[in-house]
């Protein structure tokens, strides 16, 4: 697994790359535009250019994007729910446009709570958005499973790919958050737990889907539904679960990307140095 983090953009696109190389990282998460507003000035291509070069003579050797955090792709509101799959066609544009390898997108609430009928809407609203953007992969992530959002764990990721229509399949692909599986109730500090979520959205989804691990630890208890993430192995996951990731084979393929508060670059250094001595732990052991 290449392993990494999310980095910000806030000096310049080229220029998280510096940082990425700085704290260690070889993926990167960046976002594409502010992730808490819904208009945003455009990427230039110069500036697309720049990041492309910079990456290519760089060790960050995958990248993707994030949504920002108002797309609501199951929202009932129906000025909303248009709203949001417009959104992540333009954030499927623009990181096309960044020559990333996949966009991150969470996929929002299912106030029905019926998993036919969410699962219909967030495909829909796919569809439509890559009709839009012909091109770009992207990656559900799976949720914590607080409150009315979609997505906990491989059964409901696996209906919107399922109801996804036929010729976009192959843009379609899981991003699994632990600390959010470990919340939702599947114990990720144990080897079983992580076989178990990956099996089931192999079983759901298909295989060679999973393309990112967000590989934070849990600030609360496996299935108390709280998203509050924790430096690697500080949390309820713990050193122990992040050495079953690395041993997961189903996860081979995948970048590890932490998502943590903190002060930087310390909270990048520490988490992608934790990550990387457990990878070469496992390594050693074949
Ligand atoms: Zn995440
Ligand atoms: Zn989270």
Partial sequence: MLIGAHVGVSAGYPESVDYAEGVGCEAIQVFAKSPQQWRAKSITPEIAT?????????????????????????????????????????????????????????????????????????????NLAFEAAPEGVLLLENTAGAGTTYGTGPEELG???????????????????????????????????????????????????????????????????????????????????FAAMFAETRLAGAAAIVEMSGEVPEKDETNVSRLKALRATSEARG
Avoid at 202 to 223: L, M, P
């Fill in 159 to 241: 209906a919107v790919l399922g109801m996804l229509d036929a010729r976009w399949k192959e843009r379609l692909g899981i991003c699994l958050d632990s600390c959010h599986a470990h919340a939702a109730g599947w114990d990720f500090s144990t080897p079983a737990g992580w076989s178990e979520f990956t099996r089931g959205l192999e079983s759901c989804c298909g295989s060679g889907r999973i393309q990112v691990v967000h590989a934070n630890d849990c600030k609360f208890g496996v299935g108390e539904r709280k998203d509050r993430h924790e430096w690697v192995g500080d949390g309820t996951i713990g050193t122990p679960g």
């Fill in 50 to 126: 720049a990041f492309r070069e910079r990456r290519e003579r760089s060790a960050v050797k995958f990248a993707c994007t994030h949504t920002a955090y108002l797309i609501n792709l199951g929202s009932e509101d129906d000025a909303l729910w248009e709203k949001s799959w417009q959104a992540l066609a333009d954030e499927l544009t623009r990181a096309v446009l960044l020559g990333v390898e996949a966009t991150v997108t969470h996929t929002g609430t299912n106030r029905s709570r019926d998993l036919e009928l969410g699962a219909r809407r967030i495909a829909d609203g796919i």
